[in-house]
């Protein structure tokens, strides 16, 4: 079993962390200005969560997110891992690079526009540990 119970879990922890990227203004217009439209699909348990950065978004927002597996538009990226090794990328404990060497993370579609969007997501890495303590899942934060 892993760090999140279901998929409301992932959606509530890990799609909440991306909400509040949708909002932040170092992070979200960059990830607008690449146009983007990638779906992350997770195992144990399974989920998915799509950035579409191509769709004009909500007010106050940078970009739209979707859950689920269904999502209204087509993702031009796919990137498949479990929600754990989700949960470590973003607390900074996994390289994208060395998770796909390894086989930890594998993608469908253009490699190039994910690793030019690392630079943008970076601040997400302290953003995340700070976000799971104000939603008192301090326990989720290895020691």
């Not at 993608?107 to 995340?128: E, H, N, S």
Request: charged residues 20%; glycine residues 8%; without cysteine.
């Amino acid at each position: 079993m892993g760090k999140f119970a279901d998929a409301q879990q992932v959606y509530d922890v890990i799609g909440g962390l991306m909400q509040e990227a949708a909002k932040d203004p170092t992070m979200g217009p960059k990830i607008r200005a690449s146009g983007i439209t990638i779906q992350f699909r997770y195992t144990d348990p399974e989920s998915a969560i799509t950035v579409d950065a191509k769709t004009p978004p909500p007010e106050g927002q940078y970009f739209q997110l979707y859950f689920g597996f269904e999502p209204p538009v087509e993702p031009s990226i796919a990137m498949d891992m479990t929600a754990d090794i989700a949960h470590l990328f973003w607390l900074g404990k996994v390289n994208l690079t060395a998770a796909l060497t390894r086989g930890q993370m594998k993608i469908k579609g253009p490699l190039q526009q994910v690793m030019k969007l690392l630079p943008a997501i970076t601040p997400a890495y302290k953003m995340y540990p700070e976000f799971l303590k104000s939603k008192g899942l301090d326990h989720l934060i290895p020691a």
